[in-house]
């Protein structure tokens, strides 16, 4: 806790690929190369994830269905732009509520082409995203994450990894706040949904969100 402090300093951390020094902010456990887009581990980061609790712009449909989808071009950033993604998000949109029944409002969208900033995939944003998809959760309900988007590997440190490297996919934002690893997916989609069927908890997670017409009528 800071207490009026001001932010914890940020950690230098040196490209394992091209030895460039990255600001990586405080609680990282990974950081993108602005030079040349690798991604390295923060060194002597904690096995324990914390848990994001969703702002109000999020929470949501509380159906039986529910899906978060990602899609990710990266215009006007260092990385390379990408052209199907917005499209993957559409089709797989389209998929979801014409031919399987799930509601459009219990869709999740975040792409770097919305104007809300709380529909822009940042890393803060997928993270939220990812907690709303599981909230309230229980046995035979259908939850879908997609992410069209880039990915990357990270060398494993904590050896649940047979070939020695780590997953991670990357937020719009990932240069400054680094990456999404697959260690942090599984701990809020699985093992959260896991605990989340617990009786008595379900009510932590009531906030609700909108579509921005909605807001604004």
């Known amino acids: 806790m800071n207490c009026g402090r001001g932010p914890a300093p940020a950690t230098m951390v040196r490209c394992r690929q091209c030895s460039a020094s990255v600001a990586a902010p405080a609680g990282a456990r990974a950081v993108q190369c602005m030079q040349c887009c690798c991604v390295t581990r923060v060194g002597g980061a904690g096995r324990q994830l914390s848990v994001v609790r969703p702002i109000p712009n999020f929470g949501g449909g509380r159906g039986k269905k529910r899906a978060v989808l990602v899609g990710i071009k990266y215009t006007n950033t260092r990385a390379c732009e990408l052209r199907g993604p917005i499209n993957d998000v559409k089709c797989m949109r389209y ?5 399987f029944g799930f509601a459009n ?5 975040l792409t770097d082409e919305e104007r809300d900033p709380c529909r822009q995939p940042t890393k803060a944003n997928i993270r939220m995203a990812m907690h709303w998809l599981v909230q309230g959760c229980s046995s035979g309900d259908s939850l879908v994450f997609q992410f069209s988007g880039a990915g990357a590997q990270v060398p494993d440190c904590d050896g649940d990894e047979r070939d020695g490297m780590d997953e991670a996919i990357c937020p719009v934002d990932s240069f400054q706040q680094g990456p999404i690893l697959d260690d942090e997916i599984n701990q809020a989609i699985v093992r959260l949904q896991r605990h989340e069927r617990r009786p008595g908890r379900a009510h932590q997670w009531q906030q609700q969100w909108k579509d921005p017409d909605e807001r604004a009528a």
Do not use: F, W, Y
């Open 105 to 109: 409002d219990c869709v999740l969208i």
């Open 95 to 99: 998929i979801l509520t014409e031919r």
